[in-house]
């Protein structure tokens, strides 16, 4: 059987190789925010395509900005917080 392909073979690229400008920091969790998930969770390499150098400058400056409470730890939180909003 032949697989045919359905998405034609786009290249992943390092965003932040890519533009130089942008930076990686935890003061600026509206570009981190692009890198995890919904629930909080931090984004694979292989699924964003960030080159090894600028995930690992990734997942610490996702970890500070939590800390600063700028991004979520959990969606768990919140979800107990809108179960009670609704009661
Ligand atoms: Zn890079």
């Known amino acids: 059987m032949v697989f045919k392909k359905r998405f034609a073979p786009r290249r992943k690229f390092c965003r932040f190789c890519a ?42 400056e996702i970890k500070r900005a939590r800390q600063m409470a700028l991004l979520i730890y959990t969606a768990t939180h919140d979800s107990v917080v809108k179960k009670k909003s609704m009661i």
């Open 19 to 60: 533009d130089k400008e942008l930076p990686v920091n935890y003061k600026r969790p509206d570009i981190l925010r692009d890198f995890i998930t919904e629930r909080g969770q931090i984004l694979a390499r292989r699924i964003t395509g960030v080159c090894a150098h600028h995930q690992r400058l990734l997942t610490r």
